[in-house]
């Protein structure tokens, strides 16, 4: 099968086609039907692909498709590398996306872009297998721009929407900084190396000087900010919950956000070379992680707390990465996309079950109306929280535990992130299924669990946050960490862990000690005390407001580039397009004119007057010719 | 020299010709009378034509006279036409009211 891997990215490309053109003109089952179909026949070839590559020593596999660009001493070839880091996201990819398919089925059925909504899902679903897929930069920079496309696409879903508008656009002018330093990062590498193949430039990696490849791992980095929503390009991530919520889980936590991850751990080699590049992700991840979990404490809105959330997990990879933990980070990656993508379908199931309604405050005493979505969001909540034995807890600890050999400082912003993730989900999950009923009566009689298809996906990811874990169980526990040593192949550099076994059963149980209490603590407050979050902004203690408002961060990143900008503008519009452009445009025209109002009055009609004017003309240039010789 | 008489005569004759002609275009308002000027000049081309022709014994212009002749012969024959439906029209051949085109 893994010959055969082309067929991976292949099957969403024809579903992208067969709904693009005709989506509209089949009906609505058929459309979700072959999108789902697609998707599930990738995740099909993925799995047989991935025990042919477990039962084989061969562990790099590369599989040219066709020669792509052939200019001079530029060979690109378009291949496919099929390792145990791209067969783990073939997984994740085509199977969250199946699931998170079916879920839309129901989500969208009333929706008249039903077929419009499929046909960019599997488009992404397409970009999204390149990037992990390619064998190069480049494939990966085209999946990466076309993954960047379809969040554009399905952010603005709802385009009559301005706000939803502006979101999409946000997200993409974002990417964009992002998507240059990637750029420049992969002209760095061709410069230096010669080549943009991942086997050859790894390769070569330590032929090179360190600055050069810091440069290149910095530069990447900021490629993967943009993409990951790490500081200071975050902002954009939080604004895309305008999409809807089957994207915000599949695009916006499970898949595209991990990208940068993705890259970062493809490029291990220049991470674990470069001191100072690996020391920026660690810190930048930390910062981020913190930074957005303590925003997320005071959010009202059901999409939003997770989106807060979900950038602090990344934060929490990317300080894994940082401390060269990149499997952790992996497994991070995989535990994360099963239960933020449970969180987000769940919530999706409870607006839909809202008729509408993010709002936390308008919610309340849902887990009696809708059973199962209770069920499955309170295990992914327990799973994100680091409660043992479920997923997010070996993930997390890994991280933490890597990061603590590491430096203490980050390990402490690492765990107080930690904590704080467990105080806002579970402070959304009182607030939201527990006390009184905070709704309109429409809303309250509209009330209902959500159909099979969106029921499914919610047991089936509940089940993988729960048993997630055993892909990396602890290895001082005598048990085998699978997802270390299935990556071990595509570490380069080995960075083996120097904690005795004393130190690791302390810092575990100190997690899971701060995780219960934490937990303890939300309960006294949301449900003994009954605390709810306030009404009115002004009723917010100043400190309060500055985190409600998160920090200000999008008032600031206004004021010190969008205003500047503006005014810029507004200058070069008034000045050079006005008076300058339009001016000279304008003033060949009049010149035109006047030359043209002279010149008419010998226009007169008298054939006279036209022979003499010829005759003269002829006397002239004879005579001319005459003189000049 | 051609039988005689030196080129310069035929040079001469022809530019009188020409002149004659071109004056004339210029300066009468009668259509019929600015038709034969017109004419006038293109025998003057002709008649240097033939004569240089001759000069250097050479076919080449004599042919070249004789398309010319034909060609005018198709242009007089619509000149005229042109000349008598101006006249139904305005019941005269001056040139000066023919500016109904001008504004």
Redesign the interface.
């Known amino acids: 099968m893994i010959k055969l891997i082309a067929l991976v990215p292949l099957f969403p490309l024809i579903g992208f086609l067969i709904n693009g053109f005709v989506g509209k003109k089949i009906s609505k089952g058929l459309s979700g039907g072959i999108a789902s179909g697609a998707i599930l026949a990738s995740f099909i070839v993925s799995v047989l692909a991935f025990i042919e590559l477990q039962g084989s020593s061969q562990k790099e596999n590369v599989i040219s498709v066709f020669s792509w660009i052939n200019s001079g001493t530029l060979q690109i070839p378009f291949q496919f590398l099929y390792d145990p880091l791209s067969s783990l996201f073939l997984l994740i990819i085509t199977g969250i996306g199946f699931l998170i398919h079916i879920y839309s089925i129901g989500y969208m059925h009333d929706d008249e872009g039903f077929s419009r909504f499929f046909t960019y899902l599997n488009l992404f679903v397409f970009f999204m297998l390149l990037l992990v897929l390619g064998n190069n930069y480049l494939i990966t920079f085209v999946g990466w721009e076309g993954v960047g496309l379809c969040s554009y696409l399905l952010i603005g879903f709802w385009y009559k929407n301005t706000a939803y508008n502006n979101a999409a656009k946000k997200a993409f002018i974002m990417n964009r900084i992002g998507d240059l330093g990637f750029l420049l990062g992969i002209i760095l590498i061709f410069v230096t190396f010669g080549s943009i193949s991942y086997t050859e430039v790894f390769d070569k990696a330590g032929t090179v000087s360190t600055s050069t490849i810091t440069a290149i791992a910095l530069l990447l980095f900021i490629g993967a900010m943009g993409k990951s929503a790490q500081l200071p390009l975050y902002t954009w991530l939080p604004d895309a919950m305008a999409g809807p919520t089957p994207v915000s889980a599949l695009i916006h936590a499970a898949t595209m956000v991990t990208a940068g991850i993705f890259m970062v751990v493809r490029s291990n080699v220049f991470y674990s070379i470069s001191e100072v590049a690996s020391q920026t992700v660690a810190i930048v991840g930390v910062l981020t992680a913190l930074f957005a979990a303590t925003i997320g404490l005071l959010q009202n809105d059901i999409k939003k707390i997770l989106a807060y959330s979900t950038v602090s997990q990344l934060g929490l990879m990317f300080l894994g990465l940082g401390v060269g933990a990149f499997s952790s980070s992996v497994f991070h990656v995989t535990t994360h996309a099963f239960f933020k993508a449970l969180l987000f379908l769940g919530a999706g199931s409870v607006i839909h079950a809202m008729g509408g309604e993010q709002d936390i405050r308008k919610m309340g005493g849902l887990s009696g109306k809708i059973k199962i979505t209770f069920i499955t969001m309170l295990l992914g909540t327990i799973a994100i929280s680091g409660l043992p034995p479920f997923s997010g807890f070996f993930s997390k600890d890994e991280i933490l535990a890597h990061t603590y050999e590491h430096s203490k400082t980050l390990w402490l912003l690492g765990m107080i992130t930690s904590i704080l993730t467990g105080f806002y989900m579970f402070r959304m999950l009182f607030i939201v299924f527990f006390g009184k009923f905070r709704g309109t009566h429409a809303q309250e009689h509209h009330l209902h669990e959500s159909p099979p298809s969106m029921t499914f996906p919610l047991i089936v990811l509940a089940a993988l946050s729960v048993i997630g874990g055993v892909l990396g169980l602890p290895e001082f526990w005598g048990l085998p960490n699978w997802m270390h040593h299935n990556l071990e192949p595509i570490i380069k550099i080995k960075n083996p862990s120097i904690l005795s076994h004393e130190t690791e059963w302390t810092l575990m149980a100190l997690a899971v000690a701060s995780a219960g209490a934490v937990i303890f603590f939300a309960y006294t407050l949301f449900m003994k005390h009954k605390v709810l979050p306030v009404e009115k902004e002004s009723q917010l203690k100043p400190w309060q407001k500055v985190i409600y408002n998160k920090y200000y961060v999008d008032e600031f990143y206004d004021m010190i580039i969008r205003k500047p900008l503006d005014a810029i503008s507004t200058t070069f519009y008034k000045f050079l397009d006005l008076q300058v452009i339009d001016g000279i445009v304008n003033g060949v025209g009049t010149a035109v004119k006047s030359i043209g109002s002279l010149v008419r009055l010998t226009?007169?009609?008298?054939?006279?007057f036209y022979?003499?004017s010829m005759?003269m003309g002829i006397v002239f240039i004879v005579l001319l010719t005459f003189l000049v010789k | 020299m051609i039988n005689g008489i030196s080129i310069n005569y035929y040079l001469l004759l022809s530019t009188v010709l020409f002149i004659i002609g071109?004056v004339g275009?210029?300066?009468r308002?009668n259509s019929i009378i600015?038709f034969m000027c017109i004419e006038l000049m293109l025998n003057a081309v002709n008649l240097l034509l033939v004569a240089f022709s001759t000069l250097h014994n050479d076919a080449a212009g004599q042919v070249f006279v004789f398309f010319i002749m034909a060609v005018a012969a198709a242009e007089v024959a619509v000149g005229l036409a042109i000349l008598s439906m101006i006249y139904r029209n305005v019941k005269s051949i001056d040139?000066?009211l023919?500016?109904?085109?001008?504004n």
């Open positions: 226009q007169q009609g008298n054939i006279g022979v003499i005759v | 071109a275009v210029m300066a308002r600015i040139t000066d023919l500016s109904n085109l001008k």
